[in-house]
């Protein structure tokens, strides 16, 4: 999946005045087709599409010129989506968690619920990191404590380094690595902080700048941090996502749809999937021959597809790099041994995962009940199974 992380927009805006609603020949003056048009088209209808619709439709009203949010797929919601299985087990594409710092996002989110008579669960996030075979709390540079007393050394030597670094560096970090370095230094560098990011982006930490951690990335009070570990004392309230909420049925993706109710369907269009951009013609072509003439175009699809499939400019492209994620869904009969812990992190070579998530924990909803009865597709032995 591109991006991975957080909300990361990637919106690009091509802007124009154009009127025409008739493709024509250029050889003949005939016309080929007519084409819809829409002021404000907007190419998909994951959460960043959503929230520009959400805002057109609020700016320009529903008329059938106003804006037209299409999607390839058949549903709103992108990589936000849920998906659910024939049992009833219910994936997002990862365990999402729903945190913003925006009071507009935030309103948009409450109306769509009480429009649509959805409710949250609140939870406390109940997250760890597994280290030497033992759950260190999350953050883990609050919860030193939990280390064995050789990382806890190296940990406390780095925060002091880091501390100095700090106090007299007046430069500003450029890549994540120099941010990891002056606000935590080497020991959680190396024990926590680079094999971690290595395994969740696929690049080093040195080939990431460090413009987007905002306040994402706990950083460390190192007063607080020794402190913390002569006393023998965790502390794992930290964050903007140390509370969060999750839709008490539909997973993340009821969200999505929520906010998508709340628009106009004649201003939505699924199952249409852009194909190609004629920029000077402010036009979109779709599948199936349709075609959308726009004023403004807004496209979430990922910035180097845009970029070299529909602009014809790969030379944009050589700078921007990605990584993809495999997300694997597992559903079990009976019990688990994690307790109220919400999700976890693996930063050690001795698995290939990154992150696991009891996403039973977040809503009973997200499971079948406990008397449905699960088909057996394959036995143990690898012999077919009763029908
Ligand atoms: C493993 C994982 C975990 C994550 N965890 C969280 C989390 O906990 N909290 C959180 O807030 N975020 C999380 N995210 C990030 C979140 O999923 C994304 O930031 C968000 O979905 C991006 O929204 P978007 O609308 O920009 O893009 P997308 O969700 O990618 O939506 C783009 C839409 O464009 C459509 N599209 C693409 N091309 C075309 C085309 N040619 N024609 C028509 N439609 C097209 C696609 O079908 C899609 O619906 C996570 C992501 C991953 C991968």
């Given at each position: 999946?591109?991006?991975?992380?957080?909300?990361?927009?990637?919106?690009?805006?091509?802007?124009?005045?154009?009127?025409?609603?008739?493709e024509?020949?250029?050889?003949?003056?005939?016309?080929?087709?007519?084409c819809?048009?829409?002021?404000?088209?907007?190419?998909?209808?994951?959460?960043?599409?959503?929230?520009?619709?959400?805002?057109?439709?609020?700016?320009?009203?529903?008329?059938?010129?106003?804006?037209?949010?299409?999607?390839?797929?058949?549903?709103?919601?992108?990589?936000?989506?849920?998906?659910?299985?024939?049992?009833?087990?219910?994936?997002?594409?990862?365990?999402?968690?729903?945190?913003?710092?925006?009071?507009?996002?935030?309103?948009?989110?409450?109306?769509?619920?009480?429009?649509?008579?959805?409710?949250?669960?609140?939870?406390?996030?109940?997250?760890?990191?597994?280290?030497?075979?033992?759950?260190?709390?999350?953050?883990?540079?609050?919860?030193?404590?939990?280390?064995?007393?050789?990382?806890?050394?190296?940990?406390?030597?780095?925060?002091?380094?880091?501390?100095?670094?700090?106090?007299?560096?007046?430069?500003?970090?450029?890549?994540?690595?120099?941010?990891?370095?002056?606000?935590?230094?080497?020991?959680?560098?190396?024990?926590?902080?680079?094999?971690?990011?290595?395994?969740?982006?696929?690049?080093?930490?040195?080939?990431?700048?460090?413009?987007?951690?905002?306040?994402?990335?706990?950083?460390?009070?190192?007063?607080?941090?020794?402190?913390?570990?002569?006393?023998?004392?965790?502390?794992?309230?930290?964050?903007?996502?140390?509370?969060?909420?999750?839709?008490?049925?539909?997973?993340?993706?009821?969200?999505?749809?929520?906010?998508?109710?709340?628009?106009?369907?004649?201003?939505?269009?699924?199952?249409?999937?852009?194909?190609?951009?004629d920029?000077?013609e402010k036009t979109v072509h779709?599948?199936?021959?349709?075609c959308?003439k726009?004023?403004?175009?807004?496209?979430?699809?990922?910035?180097?597809?845009?970029?070299?499939?529909?602009?014809?400019?790969?030379?944009?492209?050589?700078?921007?790099?990605?990584?993809?994620?495999?997300?694997?869904?597992?559903?079990?009969?009976?019990?688990?041994?994690?307790?109220?812990?919400?999700?976890?992190?693996?930063?050690?070579?001795?698995?290939?995962?990154?992150?696991?998530?009891?996403?039973?924990?977040?809503?009973?909803?997200?499971?079948?009940?406990?008397?449905?009865?699960?088909?057996?597709?394959?036995?143990?032995?690898?012999?077919?199974?009763?029908?």
């Amino acid at each position: 999946m591109r991006g991975g992380g957080f909300i990361l927009l990637t919106l690009a805006l091509l802007r124009g005045a154009s009127s025409l609603r008739r493709e024509v020949d250029a050889a003949t003056g005939s016309s080929l087709e007519e084409c819809e048009f829409a002021k404000i088209l907007i190419i998909g209808a994951g959460p960043t599409g959503l929230g520009a619709a959400t805002r057109a439709y609020q700016l320009l009203g529903k008329g059938k010129e106003g804006f037209l949010l299409v999607d390839m797929t058949d549903r709103p919601g992108g990589l936000s989506r849920t998906e659910r299985t024939p049992e009833g087990f219910l994936f997002d594409m990862g365990g999402h968690v729903l945190f913003s710092h925006f009071q507009y996002f935030d309103d948009v989110i409450d109306a769509a619920f009480a429009k649509s008579g959805d409710e949250f669960y609140y939870h406390q996030r109940q997250s760890h990191v597994r280290m030497r075979q033992r759950w260190v709390p999350y953050p883990f540079q609050n919860n030193l404590a939990a280390l064995p007393v050789d990382l806890q050394e190296k940990a406390i030597l780095g925060l002091v380094e880091a501390a100095v670094e700090s106090a007299t560096n007046s430069t500003k970090p450029v890549t994540f690595d120099e941010w990891i370095m002056r606000k935590m230094g080497s020991g959680i560098a190396d024990i926590f902080m680079r094999p971690y990011n290595y395994k969740v982006w696929a690049h080093t930490t040195k080939q990431m700048q460090c413009k987007w951690l905002g306040d994402r990335v706990s950083t460390v009070d190192v007063q607080r941090a020794i402190s913390n570990v002569l006393h023998n004392r965790t502390e794992a309230g930290w964050g903007p996502n140390a509370m969060f909420r999750f839709p008490k049925r539909g997973g993340t993706g009821r969200i999505w749809e929520a906010v998508a109710d709340m628009l106009p369907k004649e201003n939505q269009r699924y199952l249409f999937r852009a194909n190609s951009i004629d920029a000077e013609e402010k036009t979109v072509h779709f599948d199936g021959g349709k075609c959308v003439k726009y004023d403004s175009l807004i496209s979430t699809m990922p910035l180097d597809i845009l970029l070299k499939d529909f602009l014809g400019r790969p030379e944009l492209t050589t700078n921007l790099s990605y990584s993809s994620s495999h997300i694997i869904g597992l559903g079990i009969r009976g019990n688990h041994s994690h307790g109220n812990k919400c999700w976890q992190y693996f930063p050690e070579d001795d698995c290939p995962f990154y992150r696991n998530t009891i996403f039973s924990n977040y809503a009973s909803g997200n499971i079948p009940p406990a008397n449905a009865s699960l088909p057996t597709i394959a036995m143990a032995g690898g012999g077919r199974s009763a029908p």
